[in-house]
């Protein structure tokens, strides 16, 4: 799909960066934000169109996704352990990942993770159905825990 604006966001619970890059002119816009949806789709709406959207997988979820699409712009969710870094780019910073963003995703080079419906995200379903239960089991010490993954074959999700 072609976008003129590719957007990279850093996003955070309290401060939102947003790296919008103009695929034509190159020409770079940067901005700190709140995480208020309607601020970050104003901003979006000032962009040249059609613009495009992407941020890395994380704690705030995918709320941020489905408000975008269901807005009408595409926005794809980076998985991040498949995010390419340049060598030696030891400083991270939240203007750096967005620009980082905003370039791989121009360059098509975004392998996006798929975004559960809101239904299966409080089920805790996966995406064929299968419920997934999670609790913390105690291996050996008091200091050593580790997650216990259960899938259960009972079917209930559906399929995107």
Same mark, same amino acid.
Request: hydrophobic fraction near 30%.
């Given at each position: /799909?072609?976008?003129r @604006? !590719? $957007?990279?966001?850093?996003?955070?619970?309290? !401060?939102?960066v +947003?790296?919008?890059?103009?695929?034509?002119?190159?020409?770079?816009?940067? =901005?700190?934000? @709140?995480?208020?949806?309607?601020?970050?789709?104003?901003?979006? &709406?000032?962009?040249? *169109?059609? #613009?495009? #959207?992407?941020?890395? +997988?994380?704690p705030?979820?995918?709320g941020? +996704?489905?408000?975008?699409? !269901?807005?009408?712009? !595409?926005?794809?969710?980076?998985a *991040?352990?498949?995010?390419?870094r *340049?060598?030696?780019?030891?400083?991270?910073?939240?203007? &750096?990942?967005? =620009?980082?963003?905003?370039?791989?995703?121009?360059?098509?080079?975004?392998? +996006? $993770? /798929?975004?559960?419906?809101?239904?299966?995200g409080? @089920?805790?379903?996966?995406?064929?159905?299968?419920?997934?239960?999670?609790?913390?089991?105690?291996?050996s010490?008091?200091? %050593?825990? @580790? =997650?216990?993954? %259960?899938?259960?074959?009972?079917?209930?999700c559906?399929? *995107?």
């Open positions: /799909m072609y976008q @604006t !590719s $957007v990279g966001l850093d996003v955070h619970a309290r !401060s939102v +947003a790296c919008g890059l103009d695929g034509e002119t190159g020409e770079v816009v940067e =901005r700190r934000l @709140t995480p208020q949806h309607t601020e970050l789709l104003d901003w979006i &709406r000032k962009l040249p *169109p059609p #613009v495009a #959207v992407t941020y890395e +997988a994380g705030t979820g995918y941020l +996704a489905r408000f975008l699409d !269901s807005e009408g712009i !595409s926005c794809l969710v980076a *991040p352990s498949k995010l390419q *340049p060598p030696g780019d030891r400083v991270k910073t939240d203007t &750096r990942d967005a =620009r980082h963003l905003a370039k791989l995703l121009h360059l098509g080079q975004i392998v +996006a $993770v /798929m975004i559960p419906s809101p239904e299966c409080r @089920t805790g379903q996966t995406p064929d159905g299968r419920t997934v239960s999670s609790g913390l089991t105690d291996t010490s008091p200091d %050593r825990w @580790t =997650r216990d993954f %259960r899938l259960s074959g009972q079917r209930g559906d399929t *995107p």
